[in-house]
């Protein structure tokens, strides 16, 4: 058997993984799955009619603005947090059998990708209704998830690797979340930013994807190319970064589960 | 292609025990200023070494904590050794009792798939095999129920069920046939005998000398991660019951 034969193997497990995650989510809930979109939905009416007054001058469609802040926050922070148990919550098969160990963290960042791809459906509704400019442009957004998808994905790694040796992690994600999501600018404009503070945002990566996607989708045109090689270098490094760092320990995770 | 399954030369494993609590970080802390943290070995195995022949049945007998499941471990790849080389041909059918990598919130049924897609099985492989494991593991009623609800005997069944689906090269199994019935046990045996005569090596661990006996030509005995000795099982077991009678 080939090497890649070899991987090709564990690709049904990553597929089994995944729907066992999709499933535990929803287990025993009626709504099942609808629940990916109908959540960004309601999220995002609460908060329109919470900031729309509030920000009404500043920004044109803001439900669209909201939710493409929202949906591409949610896919980059939900990878995190999921990654952080990716291996621990894996323990049972770990133990027991030799399978390659990224397989689980890349699980977990699909599962999380697959709710984006769910909550696809919310923003197209809401695109449709509000009369956003449905633009061929639009098709610009696979190239924009797949390089959230590597960052995410370098983003899962790191955290899987120091989740599973120090699990206080678990708690301080949730904080680190929320101050995240301040910095994302997902409710409000931009430019109530201080200048002085303007720095902190640039440096946050999240906020090049949210932009780009609001680019596309909120005013319908191309994203501009700056943004797209800073999210491009963002992604190669975080992925690069997250690889390294998940391999030079991965031989020791088993004595931590 | 040599006629050896299993080569195992000078091998030790070493764990770190002041390394494997720090799960919190104010342990980690302490730890970092009392400078205790790169002290504490314990060595599992030492210095072990052994060899299997294709088709050959090696039993490894020894107490609790005497490293016989780390040496599986070792075996099976799931660990690498601190020390010396381990050396494995072919497929690994791999039986631990210390889990069967069921998730208890789903079914027999997903399980099943779930399961047989970590030992690197297909969908539509699983789903021809399907009733020929469930009538094995004698769960016909209980295809739906979540696996949670299973008594420790069922969900052994179904383990040993999917680990030995298909003829492997080499077997590892550990005291997972000590749950099951009588009759669960002569069959679970039957089928091993089976797969051996088709050619697969076993590695087999048990408190039972008496299934070290019956199952395996030679066997190993381990005591504190030292090898106290090497040979045909029935001297080994001989010897060991001997020495738990002390």
């Given amino acids: ?257 | 292609m040599s006629d050896t399954a299993i080569r195992v030369e000078n091998v030790s494993m070493m764990f770190n025990l002041s390394r494997e609590r720090e799960e919190r970080l104010k342990e980690y802390v302490i730890n970092l200023l009392k400078h205790k943290l790169f002290f504490d070995e314990f060595w599992a195995l030492r210095d072990i070494s052994f060899e299997v022949k294709k088709g050959g049945t090696l039993g490894i007998v020894g107490t609790n904590g005497s490293g016989k499941t780390t040496l599986l471990r070792l075996v099976a790849g799931i660990m690498k050794p601190t020390k010396g080389t381990v050396y494995t041909e072919g497929s690994i059918a791999p039986l631990f009792a210390m889990g069967t990598g069921f998730d208890g919130s789903l079914t027999a049924k997903e399980n099943i798939f779930l399961v047989g897609a970590l030992h690197g099985y297909s969908k539509s492989y699983m789903k021809k095999r399907f009733d020929e494991i469930i009538e094995f593991a004698e769960l016909q009623d209980f295809v739906d129920v979540p696996v949670k609800n299973f008594s420790s005997g069922m969900t052994s069944r179904l383990a040993f069920a999917i680990a030995t689906l298909v003829q492997t090269d080499i077997l590892i199994a550990d005291e997972v046939l000590a749950v099951g019935d009588a009759k669960f046990r002569k069959k679970s045996e039957e089928r091993m005998a089976n797969m051996r005569s088709n050619g697969a090596t076993v590695l087999f661990v048990s408190h039972s000398s008496g299934q070290v006996r019956r199952i395996c030509q030679d066997a190993i005995w381990l005591d504190h991660g030292k090898l106290v000795m090497a040979g045909p099982s029935a001297e080994v077991c001989a010897a060991y019951d001997e020495f738990c009678k002390q």
């Avoid at chain 1, 919470?50 to 939710?67: A, G, H, K, M, Q």
């Avoid at chain 1, 591409?72 to 098969?93: D, E």
């Avoid at chain 1, 989708?217 to 992925?239: F, H, N, R, W």
């Fill in chain 1, 1 to 257: 058997m080939t090497s890649f034969e070899n991987e090709l193997k564990y690709f049904g497990f990553l597929k089994e993984i995944v729907k066992r995650d999709i499933r535990r989510k929803y287990y025993q809930s009626v709504l099942g799955v609808l629940w990916t979109v109908l959540n960004p939905l309601l999220t995002m009416l609460v908060m329109a009619i919470i900031f729309s007054t509030l920000f009404r001058r500043n920004i044109e469609n803001y439900p669209i603005y909201l939710l493409c802040g929202q949906l591409m926050y949610n896919f980059i922070n939900g990878a995190g947090r999921n990654g952080l148990g990716a291996i621990t919550g894996n323990a049972g098969y770990i133990r027991i059998v030799y399978i390659p160990k990224y397989i689980f963290v890349l699980s977990k960042v699909v599962v999380a990708f697959v709710d984006l791809l769910f909550s696809l459906v919310a923003l197209i509704i809401v695109m449709i209704f509000t009369g956003a400019p449905i633009t061929w442009n639009l098709l610009a957004l696979p190239v924009l998830f797949v390089l959230a998808f590597m960052f995410a994905l370098g983003w899962a790694f790191i955290f899987a690797t120091y989740g599973t040796f120090l699990r206080d992690l678990q708690h301080l994600y949730g904080i680190f979340s929320m101050l995240w999501m301040w910095v994302s600018a997902i409710f409000y404009p931009l430019s109530i930013i201080p200048p002085t503070y303007r720095f902190l945002f640039d440096l946050n990566p999240a906020l090049h994807y949210i932009t780009i996607m609001r680019a596309i989708c909120q005013e319908g045109v191309m994203p501009d190319e700056k943004s797209l090689v800073i999210a491009t270098c963002y992604s190669v490094l975080m992925l690069i970064m997250g690889i390294s760092v998940f391999r030079s320990k991965e031989n020791k995770f088993l004595l931590y589960i």
